[in-house]
């Protein structure tokens, strides 16, 4: 079965744009969390969506913001992009929520703010 | 916050050797312990997990160590084998919250 599908992998943005990451979890999954992962700083919590609410939210400024839709595919939005939003953006997916269901992340969206 | 950390970015050793990485975490609500290993240009992959009930866990060459009073875990690669050279991220479950330390990159050298 497919695995966790992020697009664009690559994005190139100047300061001040607005950008929005895809990530379409695995058939059947229905949670959906995204992590910002920069060097040094590993990965850092973003939100988690299940059936289309959001339910945990990590220490970000309200640029960033994110949905889910009825078939569990989830947006992230950056507005006002700023130098320091440049990153490897991750999507990862769980059947559900809770401690027992792994996680499977996507290859990421490697984002950079010029 | 930084709730988990890993404190060593890097770690070298010898094709053979054991590769131990290290994980310290702060919050006593977490409850449930995950490896992931990361190579370049991919996401990271689910490696290994340990409850905090237990103090270890073992799945072939990787074994997993919890301390939980000393809040600390570790993940132990024996025999060490080039293709283990990645990044790897230990991470940390509260109720519905993971949260992960920084990344240790391990280089196994032939």
């Known amino acids: 079965k497919a695995g966790v599908t992020q697009t664009p992998r690559y994005l190139i943005k100047t300061r001040g744009q607005q950008v929005t990451l895809s990530c379409s979890p695995i058939?059947?999954?229905?949670?959906v969390s995204w992590y910002q992962q920069t060097p040094g700083q590993g990965l850092q919590f973003l939100f988690e969506?299940?059936?289309?609410?959001?339910?945990n939210k990590g220490n970000f400024p309200g640029r960033f913001s994110g949905r889910q839709f009825s078939n569990s595919r989830s947006e992230m939005n950056v507005s006002t992009l700023e130098l320091g939003d440049s990153a490897l953006y991750l999507c990862?997916?769980?059947?559900?929520?809770?401690?027992?269901?792994?996680?499977?992340f996507g290859s990421g969206t490697r984002l950079t703010v010029v | 916050d930084q709730q988990v950390k890993q404190n060593s970015p890097s770690l070298s050793v010898q094709e053979g050797r054991i590769s131990i990485l290290n994980c310290d975490y702060t919050?006593?609500?977490?409850?449930?312990f995950l490896w992931y290993k990361k190579y370049p240009a991919e996401g990271p992959t689910f490696l290994i997990s340990?409850?905090?009930?237990?103090d270890k866990n073992e799945d072939g060459r990787f074994t997993v160590f919890l301390n939980k009073s000393a809040k600390h875990l570790s993940l132990h690669i024996v025999p060490s084998q080039p293709g283990d050279s990645a990044v790897y991220f230990c991470?940390?479950?509260?109720?519905?919250?993971?949260?992960f330390g920084a990344g240790t990159r391990l280089t196994v050298k032939p």
């Open positions: 969506y299940f059936s289309e609410t959001q339910r």
């Open positions: 058939s059947g999954h229905r949670s």
């Open positions: 991470a940390a479950r509260g109720g519905d919250d993971m949260r």
């Open positions: 990862a997916s769980s059947l559900y929520r809770g401690k027992n269901y792994g996680y499977t």
């Open positions: 919050n006593s609500m977490f409850d449930y």
């Open positions: 340990i409850s905090s009930i237990k």
